[in-house]
């Protein structure tokens, strides 16, 4: 028996651990008998699992999002592992496990980022910037902590909205160094605003789970959602129109191709900077993420959110 | 001397007639002279004219929009038609001229097509889609009477704008015959507000004649602008989130591509057909715009509005 | 037993019904015995079935087309259901059923249709234009009872072509009616002319069901066949060759993109009119199709046919 | 007083020679004068020329496509040269001179060009492929003498469309020795038709110089018209259907891009042969006719019809 | 028993042959035993192939590459034939066959194609582009004799780049002759060397067969590596300047199409023609493979590297 | 008399000042007189000028990039000002002037830029890197000091290629401690190296004014050239083959689409942040100096170089 992470499966392997419930349907097989097909996961990954023969009423005991204590074995099916369950129960206090520490998330605590991002808040120095800044702040605190950036790819995972903006306002300080002509207020302020509405878009958990997306989140997308609550909250603490506009402009323009959602381009040029640094946020995490599973030397299969490239492991990124 | 309207000018016309004065600049000459440099209008064009060797200060006689009475030549320059003014004034009373009838302005008059688009209004059945519609009316009745659709382009005259949702509603009604499936409410709302904020996207005055987008209108556009208004009188008149939703929706999804301002398709029929009635009657305006200037039997130079395509005016088009 | 719609077929369902046999393909299965593997059908869908350890001969007692008398269950295979057939023979006259009910059909009858549609024929005015369109009205009178509009997607059902075409001559109407400045002559010639190659384009049979592209529509596709059709028989009806040319010119244009197979853009009104007709009948007919399936308050799946995107069926959609 | 070539004039020249007339309009001076406003062309080029001061009447001896004897002198004005009439008449009988030593042509007399390629005619063997184009030949013969290949661009040459034509045959030829299991018929046949109805698409004199384009040509283009006239033909000389559709189909796919005029693409090697003989010719004659105009070691300008590319001409390139 | 060819197999046949062993994997089966999932291969085709319960170290008995006597039937499996083995084992000498004769090659041997290439070279009379294509075919030689010109698509086959090369030597030679213009030293420079790093860009064995992409294969491609060669090799053997310029300008232009690899397209009317030369040859290649599985009157499945167009055999292919 | 700078002038101006002569052309006047036509340019702009009725031989005192003492007077000809000069001369001693003040140049010296811009070269640790960065800015030094990094757009002053590379450095610095992950090495070489032979691309005079693209540039440009450069260096220094290549993969794809002549994408992060690095420092360059001659308000004409946008500039740029 072993208790490895999903990550380091390989078929045969017997595992006995705990996993989080990510999905479970109800299925009847070749020969009548009901059975369960479940996803089990952890902080690594995913694994398709079947629970086989199942009593009346076995079904009704578990509800995804549980942490479960499993025992079974890893198979190959067509190609897939898969995990044949041959025991299953919920977890009880005297198992001593913390769902939190079986969801994937960002490396650094919720609460550490959210007070480093709020120390950017409080360098805004224009009122008008400042207030409509804090007062959606304070709206969207507690969702925030856990509010994941995307229901796949880049930064979807727990509290990843946090660390996606945390990383771009380090970036955007020094950046406003090397370019002093840039307003660090408008820079700071986008970064903090031009995904904050991502939290209203998607049906997240408190594990940053997305189920699916919002009605909102469908019929106008985040992007025109962070338009209206600017608006809504400039109107609020009586923001110079000016002001309340261009933070709408820098939201608007953020994804900057009009396929990719932004009917405008940037007309400023903290606009445009505030496009770059979400740009190298993203694509940095999304390599990161490719290069930890390889090796030195060593060229990745095509990744779908790099546009099907492959990347290159070298060896002066043995270290990194 | 000849009354003519400017789209009969031929070089060599003797001409004595009112017109608007489109735009003015005082420039100097190459032998150090000062001169008025014009851009003179009525219904049917405009036309740039000279007024050489002005006195001093009789350049602030004129202020552009007004109606003025012009005597001169018409002459070539350089494959244009300019117009050389000999004699010019302000009209006065006794003249008897209303500078309404010198600006392209809708064929109806806007009394007329107002009460006909208020019918509509009162339509709808649905109380929030109802409430809403009815209250951004009253808000817009005013500049609504004389707003043009566009600075250039289709439906780019007096009243235009309520002309071009005139056309577009009375298509709605038959349409929903044929397609009885549609939400009626939704489409005439959807074609009562899609361009609503054309209004504040651009600087017009009571003449229809635009002089420049807006602040508002160049940061965010009035798709966005439109979206915003809606979202405003919602939680006024305290309509279901939901229609609140449908008819932002509307709006933004109408121009259908990203490259064209709509960052959504759209996701009910009715704003399918909502696109479709705008296409429609922006082409057909557009069309019937170069017909009045063409031949039985003739191709039209390529038309810039319409991709650069010529027409061909056929021996069908007769009496039309 | 139960005669359930394909439509609404469970897991585990036993039935007994009538269906379609629209593919047979005769297999060895992996113990080296003979099956049929067979597609069955009904008006509102299909379903994958296997009968298994046939007698040698029984496949020749069985053709495509035909309509079968079948009970069996309803299984689960890999996420798809399957039906295991037990018994299957072919019907007779005593079962009293006509295959016309079993197939998907537009929903007017084909007679109701085309008596609608030699009405528009009727309104033309102009002689060339009217002799033109009934001499191929004539010519195709028989197929045009049955022919669909498609080999998939929209009005790909018996009598979808005609169905297809009698939607568009009721929006035409109206909206000569709205812009007076059309010819309604052509406007009803284009639309009654645009598809109608794709009787020729297809081999459908009479139930509506097209096997496979055609040589012809293969090589040329039903715009270019139907250019050719309106020349050969203009000149059989000695028409002037403008005219020819016009319904020519409306055939080639109404795909509106090179990309989709017009090569030219339309150079008239009526020819714009058209293409809109034909994107505005197929798209309500598509989307209609996806609100048939779906509750209120849902978001459908991707809806490949248009451009993946998902609708929403909202509470204003209730009833219609 | 000099003979030079349009293409060697530069400013201040002194000029008396023979040109063609290839267009004139009456304009009327700042001095309200009447003057020609001429376009004058040899092989060479054209040049823009003025005759100031015309007589009542004198504008009516001239017409466009005439040889006149000019003498006068060569400007700048506004940085592209002109040339200032002083002395203009009609060419007479004893001036000894012929049009068609004036305008620019193919390099190879039409007669030699034609017995050619009626040669390549010969050499079809299937007889149905054969029929079809012989029947073609002997309708445009006449026209076929002089038809430039286009309006401007490759081939805009008195039999040029000869030209190109042949080339490809030569082409055609020997690509058949390389590529053996293409059939020669097919590939002949189609370079033979493939723009033979360019002939109708455009309005040119026995100059070979084109005015406009016809109406057919416009609202259907040479490629439909080409389909037709193949289609029509072949009914005349009761050819095969498939071999009918083969060479209709190789017409409508040889500008291979939907956006360049063709719908469907090659389905055999010889439309897709046809297609690369084409483009080769093309892009050979345009480069030969830039190259011609370099010195060694040079780039050109960019070059409209090559996508705007530059070419070098290399010290390879000296004596080709 | 039966020793067909792959591309001949059908479900149930019974087979003993010798294969090329493409591909093998251990794995393990429901039942817990190990196999081998292997790939077969002969000239014609692969197969995907089971070798159940192995003994221990069986596996290490073969590698890929090697020929194998095999037994065994042929079954369908999920659409898809597989080949069960019954018996396999190594080839041995007595066996008297040729790997050779097991994979698809040109149809030209090696040696008979590279001589006839190696006449080109010495058909180059500018000595420094003779001398740069002479070094680099000396350095090449031996990998050239089997080097195939794709990992799939087209010449994806032993000794497929000089077959590739020959061909279009031979078209080239043709058609600088109808082009008297061309500079034929360096068009045959440009076939030789334009894809000669495809040598180095994929890692293929001496059977042709490529197992992946070599890491400058990836980093930089063919194109820019055959730029860096032809450098080197310019300095090696001090080639003019410009010599070296333009053989380096036809490698890297002759894709064309910057997505397609080229940054920059054909500046000289040589490096045009390589570019369609090359269409050509791949385009006929692939579409004879095929046609060569085609009867006629048949159209084609939608072919992958022909932009998913069907392909079309007619009567007149018949004896091709 | 009057010194302004060119970017201050006004038409009526009188002017005495020094200019750099940028270029020259001798021409002819409608009566006949020899005069010259120049481009008078200085730090802030240029401006065309005349100088009228020259004597003979007076054009041979003159050569662009020499600057001149001139009076006249400012005009203004068809809306563009221009300058008439009445009296022009060749600087001498005594002016005590410097060409170096008179062209657009970077902020900063080139000397504290070049020892900035080394210190970065010596921050590289891993050894071969360092060796052909520092060889290769060994052999660039001189060019390097006045380099400009383009003909006209972003960085295209004296000095601007250092410029550039400078803030590219500050900022690569920076983010690498934002994302530890990357190796500062081959960010650094890449920014190093990424735009290097832009100095061998085009001819730039030690102005920095560039007169035109070099044969090299032409044919390859400096992508291409860069990634040749680095080959050799490599050889040379006898780097390790994988170092060499990551750099020149580095600069191969810093363009990143291929339609701006980037055949490949970055497949390692560093890469990925070059790309950024670059179109940030382009991007703030250019809209900086838009907003340089802007009003704060105000929106700008569309800019070509960013697409055609407008920008604003806000009160919140009011002191940057």
């Known amino acids: 028996m072993d208790t490895k992470r999903i990550v380091d499966f390989k078929a045969g392997d017997e595992i006995q651990s705990f996993f989080i419930l990510r999905a479970m349907n109800i299925k009847t097989s070749s020969n009548n008998k009901k059975y369960l097909d479940l996803t089990l996961a952890d902080k690594t990954g995913e694994i398709n699992a079947k629970l086989w023969n199942i009593e009346n009423g076995e079904d009704s005991t578990y509800k995804t999002g549980q942490l479960v204590k499993v025992r079974g074995t890893v198979t190959l099916w067509q190609n897939s592992l898969q995990f044949k369950i041959t025991k299953m129960r919920l977890t009880e206090d005297e198992d001593n496990v913390d769902v939190v520490d079986y969801v994937p998330a960002a490396p650094i605590s919720a609460e550490d980022m959210y007070e480093e991002v709020m120390g950017f808040v409080n360098k805004i120095e224009e009122t008008d910037v400042k207030n409509i800044v804090s007062k959606i702040y ?77 009605f909102d989140g469908q019929m106008l997308g985040h992007i025109i959602m962070g338009v209206k609550t600017i608006e809504r909250v400039a109107l609020e603490v009586e923001a110079k129109h000016e002001t309340a506009m261009l933070l709408q402009h820098m939201v608007l323009t953020h994804h900057y191709e009009p396929e990719y959602g932004s009917p405008k381009k940037p007309m400023i040029p903290e606009a445009e900077m505030l496009h770059y640094l979400d740009m190298i946020d993203a694509r940095m995490y999304d390599m990161n993420r490719v290069y930890d599973q390889m090796e030195v030397g060593e060229f990745s299969e095509p990744v779908f959110v790099l546009d099907r490239r492959r990347l290159y492991k070298s060896s002066l990124h043995e270290n990194l």
Chains 1, 2, 3, 4, 5, 6 share one sequence.
Do not use: F, W
Request: charged content about 20%.
């Open 138 to 214: 304070e709206m969207y605190k507690e969702p925030l902590m856990t509010a994941p950036a995307a229901k796949s790819n880049h930064h979807a995972v727990r509290s990843g909205l946090l660390y996606h903006m945390l990383r771009m306002l380090r970036s955007a300080e020094v950046l406003c160094g090397v370019y002093p002509n840039l307003n660090a207020d408008l820079v700071y302020a986008g970064v903090l605003l031009h995904d904050i509405e991502k939290i209203n878009e998607m049906n997240a958990d408190d594990l940053g789970i997305v189920s699916e997306y919002t």
